[in-house]
């Protein structure tokens, strides 16, 4: 999981296959390229036309390598996982189950899911404009199962500072610009986190808060709070620069996919997104035993990545009358 490239096929009318565990592309009958399937985090099917055998499929699901398909704005919109992808992944279904009975310990679990979330986007904002915009009172003020809803608030301060001027509202929904850029991100994101939780033995549609009989995945959509400033940031770096004018482009989305498996100074660590958001859905597992009561986010979000010799590849830039991170380009 650790190498985890994210293939994004939205350009042309490729044509996917396996080959003594190769994933090959072929484009116009020509092999474009070949990729170890362990080398492969997340594979995105964007192009109407493209084709591809079961045997990609069954490929993938063995190497728990979740395929994302997308609708004709290339915005993900489903996405296939594999239905084992650990040797006691039952036993772990079991102690999940019996865990989630537990309201009080959901409650408590949310309760570190939210405050991690708005102390990560508090960090963001003081990092981009030297003030919390009143975040940092609503974290250290999260109550059990957030039950007055200091997410909420949150988000209302987050999104009208980080966007301020540009009349932004968020929408899971949204296809402008901003909105659009997010919802990609957050995607992807998604996914990586749904391999993590599916490769510790989880069930990903047994949640810790979210619970919606038609979704998949509110494990990850529970665990994925705390992480999406990592997006937020990238996106908030487009939209300074101009990059985000043509809409959700292939350079877009290529930086955005730059950011979020770029390698991250974490807890004294060099770690990737694939490999953070595992920590996380493992230490899940030790408190469905009862053996931790913390869920494993990082201590301190990281939003710079850093290049092999730790050298940070994100240099600020003017743009706006403002400073402002910029991602580097793929």
């Known amino acids: 999981m650790s190498n985890g490239r994210i293939l994004d096929f939205a350009l042309t009318p490729v044509k ?3 080959r003594e565990k190769q994933l090959q592309v072929y484009d116009e009958d020509a092999l474009r390229d070949s990729i170890p399937v362990e080398d492969v985090g997340c594979v995105l099917l964007a192009h109407s036309h493209m084709t591809f055998s079961l045997a990609v499929i069954r490929e993938l699901m063995e190497a728990n390598v979740p395929i994302v398909f997308c609708d004709e704005r290339s915005v993900p919109a489903g996405m296939c996982l594999p239905f084992y992808g650990h040797h006691a992944g039952a036993e772990r279904a079991r102690l999940q189950v019996q865990a989630l009975a537990d309201r009080v310990l959901m409650k ?3 309760k570190q899911i939210v405050k991690n979330k708005i102390r990560n986007q508090c960090r963001l904002l003081q990092e981009l404009f030297q003030t919390d915009a009143g975040l940092k009172e609503l974290y250290a003020a999260v109550k059990s199962g957030d039950s007055d809803n200091r997410e909420g608030a949150a988000a209302k301060k987050y999104w009208a500072k980080l966007f301020e001027g540009t009349g932004f509202r968020r929408d899971y929904n949204g296809a402008d610009k901003i909105n659009a850029a997010l919802n990609y991100g957050y995607s992807l994101l998604r996914a990586i986190v749904a391999r993590g939780i599916v490769s510790v033995g989880l069930v990903p549609s047994l949640g810790v808060c979210h619970h919606n009989k038609y979704n998949g995945f509110a494990l990850a959509d529970d665990l994925i709070e705390p992480f999406r400033p ?18 959700l482009t292939p350079e877009v989305k290529c930086r955005i996919i730059r950011q979020i498996t770029a390698k991250y100074r974490v807890d004294g660590e060099l770690l990737n997104v694939f490999e953070a958001t595992l920590k996380s859905a493992e230490s899940l597992v030790w408190i469905f035993k009862g053996e931790s009561e913390e869920i494993a986010f990082p201590a301190q979000l990281p939003f710079e ?10 240099k600020p830039v003017e743009s706006k009358g403002k400073t402002i991170p910029k991602t580097p380009p793929f």
């Open 230 to 247: 990592i997006v937020d940031c990238c996106v908030y770096g487009l939209l300074g620069d101009d990059a985000l004018d043509e809409g």
């Open 16 to 18: 996917l296959r396996i």
């Open 305 to 314: 990545p850093v290049d092999v010799d730790n050298v940070p590849i994100i």
């Open 108 to 110: 408590k679990l949310w």
